[in-house]
């Protein structure tokens, strides 16, 4: 959620783990925000938000693997006591994830 604050302040980057999901569109952001294009950094902020909350909902790092699992990049479920997302958590979450 302060991805864009961070650079918008001057800050060089931020350590993301949503990054592994949405790293083109993080990339973009930045990208306008060194353009000056600040305001549409902002309307690609507000898309994700919702997104990356979702990555959040339940106890990390579940949801992230769940997502990069399902986009082929296996990288297998969570170790215990993280518990991987049932078919409900997980169709939650690709819904929220593919929502443009």
């Not at 783990?17 to 790293?23: L, N, R, T, W």
């Not at 060194?34 to 990356?52: F, T, W, Y």
């Not at 992230?64 to 958590?89: F, H």
Request: hydrophobic share 45%; aromatic share 4%; net charge negative.
């Amino acid at each position: 959620e302060d991805a864009l604050t961070v650079k918008v302040l001057g800050g060089a980057g931020i350590i993301s783990v949503a990054s592994h999901i949405f790293g083109n569109e993080m990339a973009q952001m930045y990208r306008d925000v060194d353009c000056g294009n600040v305001s549409e950094a902002g309307q690609n902020m507000r898309i994700l938000i919702p997104k990356v909350a979702a990555l959040f909902r339940l106890p990390s790092p579940a949801p992230v693997k769940a997502a990069l699992n399902e986009r082929n990049i296996l990288v297998g479920d969570p170790r215990l006591p993280i518990l991987p997302l049932d078919d409900e958590q997980q169709d939650f979450l690709e819904k929220v994830l593919s929502q443009e």
